[in-house]
């Protein structure tokens, strides 16, 4: 089973609060997920995030849509995770950098780590403003 067909999708209540992650494999089907979370009234799905296929530091696996860490020169500073123009990629102030290029050349013993998601910390990105 490859780590890139991993996805998880965002359940939030109905006054739009985040309620937790469904995963899923694309072997399992999407529409068996959806059919076993139909039964809960006071929920809506927000939209898929895939696995990039990589993991960070500690082996966690990085999906779209995480909030990812590491070192700069003007310290520890938050990107999310983004699929654009076909790869996953951290939006940087100067462009965005491929996300297996971070993770492969971070120069820092920090590495790269998961903090947390744009779903449930989106906080975390205002630490770089």
């Known amino acids: 089973m490859s780590d890139r067909l991993r996805f998880r999708t ?3 209540r109905v006054d ?3 309620k937790r992650f469904e995963f899923w494999h694309c072997e399992d089907g999407f529409l068996e997920v959806a059919r076993t979370l ?4 006071n929920a809506t799905f927000g939209t898929s995030e895939q696995c990039t ?3 960070d ?6 999906y779209e849509g995480d909030i990812i860490q590491h070192n700069t020169a003007a310290g520890p500073k938050c990107w999310p995770v983004v699929f654009k123009n076909g790869c996953f990629v951290l939006p940087y102030e ?3 950098a491929w996300l297996g290029k971070v993770i492969e050349h971070c120069p820092y013993d920090s590495g790269v780590v998961v903090v947390g998601n744009i779903h449930e910390k989106p906080e975390l990105l205002e630490r770089n403003k």
């Open 38 to 41: 139909l039964v809960d009234d």
């Open 94 to 96: 100067s462009g965005n």
């Open 10 to 12: 965002p359940i939030y």
């Open 53 to 55: 296929g990589l993991k």
């Open 57 to 62: 530091k500690n082996g966690r696996h990085i």
């Open 16 to 18: 739009g609060k985040f």
